[in-house]
């Protein structure tokens, strides 16, 4: 792959030309995230090889209508920092087909606007439930259209179980090999995410204070301030385990918790990871009501205005699906020894932020004459809403009376420190498969490990009829929510 440079004087790939062809391409994600990522990466000089996209729409979406929906997307996303003619340049580069069913018939047009660009690299982008990926795979090796630089990328959920997972690929890979597959998985891609390798891995510091004999505990929080908006259908079927659990959490566990790999090629990455997945504890019927937590949300109050319960957002009132979920789990293998991992994610929660926060524990000796405990070192990674890491430590207080300290936090911002725009998730790992990394998507067997995990929990809570904790929206959580003895998530740690 070569080298050149783009319109900001940096080096950057000159990758071979490529379609992407987007299926669901009229839909939300696609609108929202994907199509502005691409534009953003042409925007940046990235994109200096010829590429064509292709949106594929099952409804009766015109022209028209579709290039409306995808500029006041594009403007959103650039918030006038590039002008119309940039827009509609990039607009241009768009063709809409439709191809209501994922037969040789309907896929006719697509066939035929492919096969005008018999050098091109075809990567497909199934942003549709996970159902079709099967039929739409068969489809297009029918058609031809697969070859061996063919690439195909999957978004969540891949099933609702380990049966229907292994299903779903089972088909997919009758068409893919497992090297032209990219399970995406956005959170991978954020920024301070990313820098988890660096901080971990190139900081002597944080290496060595990480293991049991350093850290008392690791928690992960997802806390969303708004409910299940246009995805009920979806989320009912699901819920918060599925939605977020499965993926996004386990993954950012494995960042945290995986060994250094010996370099940072995709493998060796991911089978760090894969070790972590196989060393997470099973659940059973004790530990499952011991150590997991689901709950629901009810009628509530979110940034001054109320809001409907779970059922009501749904109109369907016999649900039993967890809108909230807390998980004390640990790693089992010689640097977690005994070291709970937390796990937390709830909808319609009080506030929107993700975080990882690694609770050091305490001195062994206090010692200062104050009355006033030492408290614990933390390490917090904010993922968002704003994207910093905190180093909260022991200080002194200025000026006279003896030794009078608090915890202060030093900070690294990321909008503060550094003033050039940022690429997002999807930019980065849409370009990562564009150049064939696969270093930040999540391999078959990572994939049924972590279902193995889940169907520890969700079997168990059938076994166990474990119910729902009711919660109002806009609070924490639930109320009466303990996982160890001494730790009270809602008043120790799951508030800020």
Same mark, same amino acid.
């Given at each position: 792959m @070569?080298?050149?440079?783009?319109?900001?004087?940096?080096? &950057?790939?000159?990758?071979? *030309?490529?379609?992407? %062809?987007?299926?669901?391409?009229?839909?939300? #994600? !696609?609108?929202?995230?994907?199509? *502005? !990522?691409?534009?953003?990466?042409?925007?940046?000089?990235?994109? #200096? @090889?010829? /590429?064509?996209?292709?949106?594929i729409t099952r409804g009766d979406s015109t022209l028209a209508k579709f290039e409306g929906?995808?500029?006041?997307?594009?403007?959103? @996303?650039?918030?006038?920092? !590039? @002008?119309?003619?940039? %827009?509609?340049?990039?607009?241009?580069?768009? &063709?809409?087909?439709? !191809?209501?069913?994922?037969?040789?018939?309907? /896929?006719?047009? #697509? &066939?035929? /606007?492919?096969?005008?660009?018999p050098s091109y690299q075809n990567i497909y982008y199934f942003s549709t439930p996970s159902a079709a990926f099967g039929p739409i795979s068969t489809t297009l090796k029918a058609c031809g259209l697969i070859n061996k630089d063919s690439k195909v990328v999957l978004e969540k959920p891949l099933g609702y179980s380990l049966e229907s997972s292994n299903a779903i690929n089972s088909e997919i890979t009758k068409a893919f090999t497992e090297q032209q597959i990219y399970r995406i998985d956005h959170y991978l891609g954020k920024e301070t995410v990313q820098n988890l390798m660096v901080l971990r891995f190139a900081n002597n510091l944080f290496e060595r204070a990480w293991d049991s004999e350093h850290i008392d505990n690791i928690q992960i929080t997802v806390s969303e301030n708004l409910g299940v908006e246009k995805r009920a259908a979806y989320y009912d079927n699901s819920g918060a385990l599925l939605d977020m659990v499965q993926n996004h959490l386990l993954q950012l566990l494995c960042l945290v918790a995986m060994e250094p790999p010996h370099t940072l090629e995709a493998d060796e990455v991911r089978n760090e990871k894969l070790k972590v997945l196989r060393a997470l504890r099973l659940f059973n019927k004790k530990t499952v009501q011991t150590d997991t937590v689901k709950g629901q949300y009810t009628r509530g109050v979110v940034k001054g205005e109320e809001v409907q319960s779970y059922l009501e957002d749904i109109e369907k009132f016999g649900s039993k699906t967890e809108t909230f979920v807390a998980i004390k789990t640990y790693v089992d293998n010689w640097r977690w020894k005994d070291v709970p991992f937390y796990l937390r994610t709830g909808k319609r929660m009080n506030k929107r932020y993700s975080e990882i926060v690694i609770n050091f524990k305490e001195v062994r000796h206090n010692i200062f004459p104050s009355k006033e405990s030492l408290n614990n070192n933390k390490l917090i990674i904010r993922l968002q809403p704003e994207e910093r890491i905190e180093l909260v430590q022991m200080t002194k207080i200025p000026g006279p009376g003896g030794y009078r300290y608090r915890p202060i936090a030093l900070k690294l911002d990321y909008l503060d420190s550094f003033k050039e725009r940022f690429p997002e998730a999807y930019e980065r790992l849409i370009i990562d498969v564009i150049r064939g990394n696969q270093t930040l998507f999540m391999s078959q067997d990572e994939l049924i490990a972590a279902w193995n995990w889940i169907e520890s929990i969700t079997k168990n809570w059938k076994a166990t009829g474990q119910n729902n904790i009711l919660y109002e929206a806009g609070t924490w959580g639930p109320g009466d929510l303990v996982l160890d003895k001494d730790t009270t998530w809602v008043t120790k740690t799951w508030k800020e």
């Amino acid at each position: 792959m @070569s080298q050149s440079k783009n319109k900001n004087n940096k080096h &950057t790939e000159v990758f071979k *030309p490529f379609n992407i %062809i987007v299926f669901g391409g009229d839909g939300d #994600l !696609a609108l929202r995230k994907i199509f *502005p !990522a691409l534009f953003h990466r042409d925007q940046d000089g990235q994109l #200096l @090889s010829e /590429y064509n996209i292709i949106a594929i729409t099952r409804g009766d979406s015109t022209l028209a209508k579709f290039e409306g929906n995808l500029v006041r997307f594009l403007e959103e @996303s650039v918030d006038g920092q !590039a @002008s119309g003619e940039e %827009i509609g340049k990039f607009i241009q580069r768009v &063709t809409l087909i439709k !191809a209501e069913n994922a037969t040789i018939e309907d /896929y006719k047009d #697509l &066939t035929d /606007y492919l096969n005008k660009f018999p050098s091109y690299q075809n990567i497909y982008y199934f942003s549709t439930p996970s159902a079709a990926f099967g039929p739409i795979s068969t489809t297009l090796k029918a058609c031809g259209l697969i070859n061996k630089d063919s690439k195909v990328v999957l978004e969540k959920p891949l099933g609702y179980s380990l049966e229907s997972s292994n299903a779903i690929n089972s088909e997919i890979t009758k068409a893919f090999t497992e090297q032209q597959i990219y399970r995406i998985d956005h959170y991978l891609g954020k920024e301070t995410v990313q820098n988890l390798m660096v901080l971990r891995f190139a900081n002597n510091l944080f290496e060595r204070a990480w293991d049991s004999e350093h850290i008392d505990n690791i928690q992960i929080t997802v806390s969303e301030n708004l409910g299940v908006e246009k995805r009920a259908a979806y989320y009912d079927n699901s819920g918060a385990l599925l939605d977020m659990v499965q993926n996004h959490l386990l993954q950012l566990l494995c960042l945290v918790a995986m060994e250094p790999p010996h370099t940072l090629e995709a493998d060796e990455v991911r089978n760090e990871k894969l070790k972590v997945l196989r060393a997470l504890r099973l659940f059973n019927k004790k530990t499952v009501q011991t150590d997991t937590v689901k709950g629901q949300y009810t009628r509530g109050v979110v940034k001054g205005e109320e809001v409907q319960s779970y059922l009501e957002d749904i109109e369907k009132f016999g649900s039993k699906t967890e809108t909230f979920v807390a998980i004390k789990t640990y790693v089992d293998n010689w640097r977690w020894k005994d070291v709970p991992f937390y796990l937390r994610t709830g909808k319609r929660m009080n506030k929107r932020y993700s975080e990882i926060v690694i609770n050091f524990k305490e001195v062994r000796h206090n010692i200062f004459p104050s009355k006033e405990s030492l408290n614990n070192n933390k390490l917090i990674i904010r993922l968002q809403p704003e994207e910093r890491i905190e180093l909260v430590q022991m200080t002194k207080i200025p000026g006279p009376g003896g030794y009078r300290y608090r915890p202060i936090a030093l900070k690294l911002d990321y909008l503060d420190s550094f003033k050039e725009r940022f690429p997002e998730a999807y930019e980065r790992l849409i370009i990562d498969v564009i150049r064939g990394n696969q270093t930040l998507f999540m391999s078959q067997d990572e994939l049924i490990a972590a279902w193995n995990w889940i169907e520890s929990i969700t079997k168990n809570w059938k076994a166990t009829g474990q119910n729902n904790i009711l919660y109002e929206a806009g609070t924490w959580g639930p109320g009466d929510l303990v996982l160890d003895k001494d730790t009270t998530w809602v008043t120790k740690t799951w508030k800020e």
